[in-house]
């Protein structure tokens, strides 16, 4: 009987140390491999995206700036409950067709990302978007399909299509 105990418990051990080893594989896989990661849409694909729905795309920023909201993402909000489900509802359905992945946010008082891509976890990463209300003094580049060189980590750079919009290009380790 107690050969039968001791062989359970061996069991037992032994699962738990291969739950225990699959769990680290799986942390270190999704920090430092990155699986889900896709790449960036190219400048032109946004560029082209936002002329053809520039009427949606200007009136989702005229809605966003009326709910006096900081950032509506498509699984949170801030600040919280300004906005009803139904409104909420509406912001998802509009990025959805727009292709903004990673909602939109107000970087200052004139400024909104809207993101489209968002790559890496919080330990790091870069997000790609377009920008309203571009800064003048802002750091512009002719190319955002990859990191531009000289752009420090946690600014934007910017990529301008006319007077009110930019494409935009966020990183941080």
Not at 10 to 26: K, M, P, R
Not at 62 to 75: G, W
Not at 146 to 170: C, Q
């Amino acid at each position: 009987m107690i050969t039968k105990w001791l062989k359970r418990i061996a069991i037992l051990s032994g699962l738990a140390a291969l739950a225990y080893a699959i769990y680290w594989v799986s942390v270190f896989v999704l920090v430092f491999i990155r699986p889900f990661e896709k790449d960036h849409i190219s400048d032109i694909a946004l560029e082209d995206n936002l002329e053809l729905n520039i009427v949606a795309f200007t009136e989702l920023v005229d809605k966003f700036n009326s709910a006096n909201m900081d950032v509506i993402h498509p699984d949170w909000v801030k600040p919280e409950g300004l906005i009803s489900e139904s409104e909420l509802a509406w912001f998802r359905n509009q990025f959805q067709i727009l292709g903004i992945r990673a909602g939109i946010r107000k970087l200052n008082d004139n400024e909104l990302f809207l993101i489209s891509t968002a790559k890496g976890l919080s330990i790091g990463g870069s997000s790609k978007g377009y920008i309203f209300n571009p800064k003048s003094d802002g750091r512009y580049y002719d190319n955002l399909d990859t990191k531009p060189v000289g752009l420090p980590e946690l600014t934007y750079g910017y990529r301008r299509i006319n007077d009110k919009w930019a494409l935009a290009y966020s990183w941080n380790d």
